[in-house]
Structures are given as structure tokens and as C-alpha cells.
């Protein structure tokens, strides 16, 4: 139902844009986030962009370097991510929630539909 693409190996310093395309589902009614997953860690949030409009909201460690947007017409969503760092590398996950909480759209509990993830290598 989700359809993560985009990853892919690119040294730091560089940028790649990841796509969430939805097949079933209209996102812009849905609040849609990114979450990573690295290595032997857990799943971290990323940033979210709200169904309702359209704000957005970033971890602190990806803000000024990514963001996230929705292209309705497209029903997809995207995460630009510039300057990336070796601790960037991780699987990337696109969820989709009908919530629209502020205070729980960085839990991964709160989503309801989730992509497959597309992996993510930034060398050093």
C-alpha cells in the first residue's frame, strides 16, 4: 500500500531524495513520517508532515539538512536529504497515520501503515 524508493550508496557530503507512493490510500489524508532503523538500533523518527496543513517536523538530528513534502497530485511523499553523514545509514521507512496528534507523530505506534524501507549508505 506504501511504496518506499530512492535509497541507495552515496558518499557523505551528498544528497538523495526518497519517494513514499501510495497506491491505495490518498495521503493528504494521512499524517505521513519518515522513520530509520540502523544496524542493532531501534526504529527512529525522522520527520513527519501533518494531513492537516501540511506542517512539518523534523528530529534534531536531521533538521536543516532534510525535509519532508507531499505532492498531492502525485499522491506521493518525499524526503530530500542533503549533506549526509556516515550516521545516516540506515533502512528508511514511510508510515502513514489518520491521527493527527502533534504530541505523538514522532511514536511509530501511532502510524498505521508502513512501506517496506529502502536502504540508505552513506559512505565516509
Known amino acids: 500500500q506504501l511504496q518506499a524508493s530512492g535509497g541507495g550508496l552515496v558518499q557523505a557530503g551528498g544528497s538523495l531524495r526518497l519517494s513514499c507512493a501510495a497506491s491505495?490510500?490518498?495521503?493528504?489524508?494521512?499524517?505521513t513520517g519518515w522513520f530509520r532503523q540502523a544496524p542493532g538500533k531501534g526504529r527512529e523518527f525522522v520527520a513527519t508532515?501533518?494531513?492537516?496543513?501540511?506542517?512539518?517536523s523534523y528530529a534534531e538530528s536531521v533538521k536543516g539538512r532534510f525535509a519532508i513534502s507531499r505532492d498531492n497530485a502525485r499522491n506521493t511523499v518525499y524526503l530530500r536529504m542533503n549533506s549526509l553523514r556516515p550516521e545516516d545509514t540506515a533502512v528508511y521507512y514511510c508510515?502513514?497515520?489518520?491521527?493527527?496528534?502533534?504530541?505523538?507523530?514522532?511514536?511509530?505506534?501511532?502510524?498505521?501503515?508502513w512501506g517496506q524501507g529502502t536502504l540508505v549508505t552513506v559512505s565516509s
Open positions: 508510515a502513514a497515520s489518520q491521527r493527527d496528534i502533534i504530541t505523538t507523530m514522532k511514536n511509530p505506534a501511532t502510524y498505521d501503515y
Open positions: 491505495t490510500r490518498t495521503l493528504s489524508r494521512y499524517t
Open positions: 508532515i501533518r494531513k492537516n496543513g501540511g506542517s512539518t
